[in-house]
């Protein structure tokens, strides 16, 4: 789905919500080397469905720069992890 870039870089590539256009910011994943190289992949949601875009900077070079007015963010899926742990149980002895 397209977003328009003036949303995504404003908002939600600054970790906020877009209250007006309707996105929620909800995880930002990267690695930001030192301000050389850097790449980071914004989750959002938008109409209870998550998108994402990557941010990269490479050599001072912004991939955003090249981008129109509009975004290309591929829908993702939200997948939730469930842990388990064992505990053992004791059976209380009768006195």
Known sequence: MKFPKDVILESVAEGRDHEEYGLEF????????????????????YKDKYYSVDIQRLNGINNYDSWGDEVECPEVVRREVIHYYWEEVKEEQPV
């Open 26 to 45: 909800v995880q930002e994943l990267g690695n930001d080397d030192a301000g050389c190289c850097e790449m980071i992949v914004i989750i959002f949601k």
